[in-house]
T-cell receptor, first 110, second 116 residues
Framework: QKEVEQNSGPLSVPEGAIASLNCTYSDRGSQSFFWYRQYSGKSPELIMS????GDKEDGRFTAQLNKASQYVSLLIRDSQPSDSATYLC??????????FGQGTELSVKP | SAVISQKPSRDICQRGTSLTIQCQVDSQVTMMFWYRQQPGQSLTLIAT?????????ESGFVIDKFPISRPNLTFSTLTVSNMSPEDSSIYLC?????????????FGPGTRLTVL
């Protein structure tokens, strides 16, 4: 079992819709959870971090964490073509290392 | 967050040669890391660059192949030695920034390496 798993996609949504990206992790002791966005040919940029169960909202982005289910998600409301990118889920394991999922490619169609 | 630069941004190299990648940060940071991202893959940690001591390598990565220097708190280098086409990847440095009680990693722009 991979430490961090994401649906590889591609996930295609129409412009204005909600994009839902999901991630599960195996280390129950994980404490910190991150979503990075990576445009093609660019490096990952941090868009959200979450540490407590529940929802965290930042503009059009909402991160959701459920530690009991070992599940973290990212919702993007009012999706725009500029949101088209690969979204990487990353989890800090008990050893303090940042472990990345394989990424979900999102395509927002005008 | 810290501003991170990397040099070179890209390079095409012949097999058997070595390339040194530089990572510069605009502020002092304790933790610096080097990652590899192979084509179509996610990020894999190569090593943690420790200031004043030897780097800590992850399983599957060795110092002879990926020597790392960290002479001070703002600079690190990664050398990819005796390159083969399998080393063609994006190499990324990252720094850890403490925000409140939590450490967050930020990435440099990356070095895209092609080995022929």
């Amino acid at each position: 079992q991979k430490e961090v798993e994401q649906n590889s996609g591609p996930l295609s949504v129409p412009e204005g819709a909600i994009a839902s990206l999901n991630c599960t992790y195996s280390d129950r002791g994980s404490q910190s959870f991150f979503w990075y966005r990576q445009y093609s040919g660019k490096s990952p940029e941090l868009i959200m971090s979450i540490y407590s169960n529940g929802d965290k909202e930042d503009g059009r982005f909402t991160a959701q964490l459920n530690k009991a289910s070992q599940y973290v998600s990212l919702l993007i409301r009012d999706s725009q073509p500029s949101d088209s990118a690969t979204y990487l889920c990353a989890v800090t394991n008990q050893g303090g290392k940042l472990i990345f999922g394989q990424g979900t490619e999102l395509s927002v169609k005008p | 967050s810290a501003v991170i630069s990397q040099k070179p941004s890209r390079d095409i190299c012949q097999r058997g040669t070595s390339l040194t990648i530089q990572c510069q940060v605009d502020s002092q940071v304790t933790m610096m890391f080097w990652y590899r991202q192979q084509p179509g893959q996610s990020l894999t940690l190569i090593a943690t660059a420790n200031q004043g001591s030897e780097a800590t390598y992850e399983s599957g990565f060795v110092i002879d192949k990926f020597p790392i220097s960290r002479p001070n708190l703002t600079f690190s280098t990664l050398t990819v030695s005796n390159m083969s086409p399998e080393d063609s990847s994006i190499y990324l440095c990252s720094v850890e920034d403490r925000q409140g009680a939590t450490d967050t990693q930020y990435f440099g722009p990356g070095t895209r390496l092609t080995v022929l």
